[in-house]
Nanobody, 120 residues
């Protein structure tokens, strides 16, 4: 029983900032990685940023230098600080967890998503 709860989305003007949070809970044995994906209308879901259990990070080229992913391991929470937002950053942002759950194998889990809208 693994659950992900996202928060922090909203409407912001271009050049503004938002901070997304994703808290994982449930019968988690070990976490391999956590990350953020986004999906814009008419496009496939794409990786925005990810952070591994070893604290290695990976970013989409389109957000490098503007977004920062971080984590609070004690709280099983991952954050995405988004600065200098652009209209093309608009989309539904999904938190993803790669973890081992009690009684199961390594699996991927998804949050429900949080809407980010950046106006011109």
């Amino acid at each position: 029983q693994v659950q992900l709860v996202e928060s922090g989305g909203g409407l912001v003007q271009a050049g503004g900032s938002l901070r997304l949070s994703c808290a994982a809970s449930g019968s988690i044995i070990s976490i391999r990685a956590m990350g953020w994906y986004r999906q814009a209308p008419g496009k496939q879901r794409e990786l925005v940023a990810a952070i591994t259990s070893g604290a290695s990070t990976n970013y989409a080229d389109s957000v490098k230098g503007r977004f920062t992913i971080s984590r609070d391991s004690a709280k099983n929470t991952v954050y995405l600080q988004m600065n200098s937002l652009k209209p093309e950053d608009t989309g539904v942002y999904y938190c993803q967890l790669q973890a081992l759950a009690v009684g199961g194998s390594w699996s991927g889990y998804w949050g429900q998503g949080t809407q980010v809208t950046v106006s011109s």
